[in-house]
């Protein structure tokens, strides 16, 4: 594979040792080789990085990529209505859909900076879907985590796979086509049954058979509990994420910081149907939990991890700002632990936090000599560079419209604003039959959806 040599540009490392500092970095393959001043590289490839900071490309730890078609379908929802609207639609997404829809999730992903997804794939039917939605990932280009749900949103009878344990096969084989190599593009983990009293012998089987596998877990955890009910049972781990968590009891977050482990958290979808408290950020912060964000429902918000980051910020000074006041604390000043978040704790959570969860955090999340060349030019040439901390310029003072090139594992993937070997035409025009397709088998057309309405005591209509 080629060298490429970025010339004077402002690395933003995330790596302690390289830290922040004007420099070259050398690409050789798919790895950096060196950062510092003055590099030469002979046959290298030389980009003028002046102007452009160099950062680590972003991870997104929690996206269902197969609703990529429906984008805006429920921009007006509230509550439960995502669930009512648009998981019904998995019962008539065919593989051909299936693959469509991931695929041009990723490649927005990648123009908007997220250089590495965990799709958490609700939506396989059969094995043909998980074959379409691996396809789709390699295609991509993508650094990629394939989350094979055990579950399923299929309640039409149409699926071929029954939910849970019937999967374990299927799984099984597509483990076999995909190296658990870490440098690996695209590799496995396993998506668990939600997890309750009732379900627990099903779930701590799951884990068994996760771990059997060597790849990791994920599951929705949305209620109070779950965390301490797996540590009972002696099964949680880092190996195994947390989506959501908002419910989680202070207890589950000691558990979770005291092994090291991870909280996977969406800013924008947790806040926009009005239904959970995002207190589990500031308090699995402070007990050592890694927040790493992700973006979750195309069908409501947009790629790239700007504005989850952007969120999460304020959000959580919003809430910080409250708390002070109920503790009457006014004006509010600032003590130990508060305001919570700074914005390079912030950046962890689509870098460190997000590869370290990802079970990469050795190899990805970080420019330094050794780890993948996932990077990103981001461009500061027209308006410059914040002063302070550069982690508050990406987080507070810059766009997914800045980022001008973007390299997974040393491939260009976008290059001076346009995205390298896609076809852009041709993966529009597969997005908008897919979702055609999938409407006209649900009876619905694109731009007027048949809304199911949720209310409490009326069930869903
Ligand atoms: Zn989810």
């Not at 002046?50 to 997104?60: E, Q």
């Not at 396809?135 to 939910?163: C, Q, T, V």
């Not at 593009?185 to 779930?203: G, I, N, Q, T, Y």
Request: hydrophobic share 40%.
């Amino acid at each position: 594979m080629a060298k490429v040599l970025f010339k004077n540009g402002f690395v933003l490392s995330m790596n302690d040792k390289v830290g922040d500092v004007d420099a070259d970095v050398l690409v050789d393959g798919t790895t950096i080789k060196q950062v510092g001043k003055n590099l030469a590289a002979a046959g290298a490839e030389v980009v003028d990085a002046t102007g452009m900071m160099i950062m680590p490309g972003m991870s997104d730890t929690h996206c269902h990529l197969w609703e990529t078609p429906f984008k805006g379908r429920i921009a007006e929802g509230w509550g439960m209505e995502y669930f009512t609207n648009i998981h019904p639609l998995a019962s008539t997404v065919d593989p051909e859909d299936l693959y469509a829809g991931i695929y041009a999730g990723c490649i927005e992903a990648l123009y908007t900076g997220t250089t590495s997804m965990f799709d958490y794939s609700h939506c396989i039917r059969s094995p043909e879907h998980a074959d379409a939605a691996v396809e789709a990932l390699r295609d991509s280009g993508m650094r990629a985590i394939f989350g094979y749900d055990l579950r399923g949103k299929d309640h039409s009878g149409r699926s071929a796979l029954a939910p849970g344990a019937a999967r374990f096969k299927d799984i099984e084989r597509i483990r076999s086509k995909l190296s658990n190599d870490k440098a690996s593009l695209v590799r496995l983990a396993v998506c668990l049954s939600e997890v309750s009293p009732e379900s627990a012998k099903d779930v701590l089987r799951e884990v068994e058979f996760t771990r059997s596998l060597g790849v990791r877990g994920s599951w929705h955890c949305n209620k109070a509990g779950e965390i301490e009910f797996l540590d009972k049972h002696g099964v949680m781990g880092p190996d195994l994420m947390p989506a959501h968590g908002n419910y989680t009891t202070d207890r589950d977050l000691d558990i979770l910081g005291a092994m090291g482990g991870f909280l996977s958290t969406q800013t924008e979808a947790e806040t926009y149907a009005g239904r959970r408290s995002m207190s589990m950020m500031a308090r699995g912060h402070r007990r050592g939990v890694k927040i790493a964000l992700g973006m979750d429902v195309p069908v409501i918000m947009n790629y790239g991890l700007h504005h989850q980051m952007r969120l999460c910020f304020y959000l959580q000074r919003y809430m910080d700002g409250v708390n002070e006041r109920h503790e009457a604390q006014s004006p509010v000043s600032r003590r130990p632990g508060v305001p919570t978040f700074s914005t390079r704790d912030v950046l962890r959570t689509t870098t460190t936090n997000c590869a370290e969860a990802n079970g990469v955090g050795d190899i990805v999340g970080q420019i330094a000599p050794g780890y993948q060349a996932d990077l990103l030019l981001l461009d500061t040439s027209l308006f410059g560079r914040a002063e302070g901390d550069a982690a508050g310029h990406v987080v507070l003072n810059s766009s997914s419209g800045d980022i001008k090139s973007v390299m997974v594992a040393g491939e260009f993937r976008k290059r001076d604003g346009k995205m390298v070997g896609v076809d852009m035409a041709k993966m529009l025009a597969a997005r908008e039959k897919a979702r055609d397709h999938i409407y006209a088998g649900a009876g619905q057309v694109p731009g007027k959806p048949k809304l199911g309405y949720w209310h409490w005591g009326e069930g869903v209509s």
